[in-house]
């Protein structure tokens, strides 16, 4: 069965920045691009972020320019480099193959105040 476990979310104030890791199953790496997704309260879950088994990098309009993944197969996890955070940004994020498979993680909580 395929496990996602994402990390790394917190409270973070306007422009600060985070780093969130997804640990992953070797089945999630083997032939499929990751990619990251958050979901706030009363809104739809949205990819904003991903990236191709060949490393290729794709990202949401509203993200474009502050957020970067990255991936390393050989230990099977995803990043995501968040910087100049915003409090629109606030959600829970979550990790997925693109397109996204049934079974999510718990997800990382990610918070912008001052």
């Known amino acids: 069965q395929v496990q996602l476990v994402e990390s790394g979310g917190g409270l973070v104030q306007p422009g600060g920045s985070l780093r969130l890791s997804c640990a992953a199953s070797g089945s999630i790496f083997s032939s499929y691009a990751m990619g990251w997704y958050r979901q706030a309260p009363g809104n739809q879950r949205e990819l904003v972020a991903y990236?191709?088994?060949?490393?290729?990098?794709n990202y949401a309009d509203s993200v474009k320019g502050r957020f970067t993944v990255s991936r390393d197969n050989a230990k099977n996890m995803v990043y995501l480099q968040i910087n100049n955070l915003k409090p629109e940004d606030t959600a829970v994020y979550y990790c997925?193959?693109?397109?996204?498979?049934?079974?999510w993680g718990q997800g990382t909580q990610v918070t912008v105040s001052s």
């Open positions: 990236i191709t088994s060949g490393g290729s990098k």
């Open positions: 997925n193959k693109v397109p996204a498979f049934g079974d």
